[in-house]
């Protein structure tokens, strides 16, 4: 790997970091060869070394910001507050300014964010005032992942049951069409544009922190900071370990890394198509890269062992009865159903043989009682093959077909990144129907997902 200097903006907000107490050991920010930024070690690094703690005092939170703005935004979420500091916040935001040089550009957020591609004949949702040089993605002309945009194009039964409203970007539209109600209601000249890049640079680089001795915390969706230096480090889903107290925070290294090796930090279990709305993309193993010099953090992961696609879709009232809905309720096995490449998850399990089992024997499965021979097995397989996996796939196939063919008024590197998504779901999916159903469904399937046949031993 070719690391080089990250630039006079990093070297002065590095500094700036340390004068306010930050403590930095044998790492760096560093321009990546292809990649963009990222942090990288300075020397040899053992297992368990302190590299970075943030002291309480330099994390900007909502004990950061003067108590007279926070009481001028009574009812506002800690997410819009910090953003509206940022936009409108006067003189007592501009300790921050050398903070900000290393900050995604607007440019950046435009690339790279679905909430703000554009949008085929609705006008947007949200009161933007005079300035738009945003539009919000109620309805996108691309096709996104449905866990993503709420639609599914290719699939009419899906699509008349279509639900969008829960979608992650329209839950991301409407988190910010809250926030912007109460903003604008105290800066009714502030312009619409320079609050959306502050609440996006907020979405995109805030951490989970619970501030010691607040007197009714906020929900735990809510309890956020933003943390210098730290937000440097690009995102895998493993890497050094991240974790904080009343002192601050603090990141300590997992394994030995060698000089100019890039370290990385894990977030948590998040799937790809999580991480596709919530966050910008530039860095190594990802699946999309703005552009080597880009300063926007990156995490869309080409490798990431917890992604998983939702299959609620898949148990609506096209495919359960109301009886059924209500037995899966009472037994608290509705919902939060979800596909990895290992296979689909025991709810959907409970799910399908609500299906197909009588009552009885369903309750047993429920129960961990019933012994299923290999022809039951085989049974909830096909099931599951044909009315979700195959489903599914065909999805993704029509949808790498159609970004292959075009894109709409999609930028190159948006239909990039919409592409790439929709090859991972279609290889995951390749590898749930190969790991997970059995051989004798397999051998009769395996053309539908382009797949050689099964080994079957005699």
């Known amino acids: 790997m070719e690391a080089s200097r990250a630039g006079i903006h990093h070297e002065l907000f590095t500094q700036w970091a340390k004068d306010r107490g930050v403590t930095i050991n044998g790492v ?14 300075d020397r040899r690094i053992e297992a368990g070394e302190e590299l970075v703690h943030v002291p309480h005092e330099a994390l900007l939170s909502i004990q950061s910001i003067p108590g007279a703005f926070q ?5 506002s979420t ?27 550009s607007p440019q950046d957020f435009v690339d790279s964010m679905p909430l703000l591609w ?68 105290i800066f009714p000249e502030g312009a619409y544009s320079e609050y959306v890049y502050y609440w996006l640079v907020v979405n995109t680089r805030t951490f989970y922190y619970e501030i010691p001795g607040l007197l009714n915390p906020p929900c ?31 990141v300590v290294s997992d394994r030995v890394y060698h000089a100019k090796e890039e370290i990385f930090t894990s977030y948590g279990g998040h799937s ?43 148990f609506g009232q096209a495919f359960l009865t109301e009886k059924d809905k209500k037995t899966l309720i009472n037994a608290d096995y ?28 369903w309750e047993d499965f429920v129960a961990g009682k019933l012994i299923e021979t290999e022809q039951d097995e085989a049974r909830v397989d096909a099931f599951v093959t044909m009315r979700i996996l195959r489903v599914y796939y065909e999805e993704a196939k029509a949808a790498i077909r159609d970004l292959d063919r075009g894109g709409g008024t999609l930028k190159p590197r948006q239909r990039e990144m919409v592409l790439k998504r929709w090859r991972q779901i279609k290889i995951l999916i390749q590898k749930a ?21 099964p080994l079957i031993s005699d």
């Open 78 to 104: 800690i997410h819009g507050l910090l953003a509206s500091f940022l936009a409108f916040g006067g003189r007592e935001k501009t300790i921050y300014d050398t903070w900000k040089t290393t900050w995604p």
């Open 220 to 250: 735990v969706d809510d309890r956020i900071v933003l943390c210098p230096f730290v937000d440097c480090f690009n995102h895998q889903d493993h890497g050094c370990h991240v974790w904080f107290d009343d002192k601050g925070y603090t």
């Open 334 to 361: 509705f919902g939060h159903y979800k596909l990895s490449d290992d296979g689909v998850c025991f709810r959907t399990q409970v799910a399908v043989r609500k299906q197909i089992l009588d009552i009885r024997d």
């Open 28 to 41: 760096q920010p560093a321009e990546i060869h292809g990649h963009g930024l990222g942090i990288v070690a």
């Open 71 to 75: 009481r001028s935004h009574k009812g």
């Open 118 to 185: 554009p949008k085929t004949f609705q006008k947007p949702s949200i009161n933007q005032g005079t300035s738009r040089p945003y539009r919000i993605a109620s309805q996108t002309i691309c096709p996104l992942p449905p866990a993503i945009g709420g639609r599914w194009g290719n699939c009419q039964i899906m699509e008349s049951q279509n639900a969008s409203i829960n979608c992650l970007l329209h839950r991301q539209e409407r988190k910010l069409q809250n926030d912007w109600d109460v903003v604008s209601e």
């Open 272 to 314: 790809n198509d999580f991480l596709f709305v919530e966050c910008t993309f530039s860095s190594p193993n990802l699946i999309y890269t703005v552009s080597p010099k880009s300063t926007a953090d990156g995490f869309i992961l080409e490798a990431n062992r917890w992604d998983s696609l939702p299959l609620d879709d898949f």
């Open 433 to 453: 129907f190969r790991s997970s159903i059995n051989t004798i469904v397999q051998a009769s399937m395996h053309e539908q997902f382009e797949l050689p046949p």
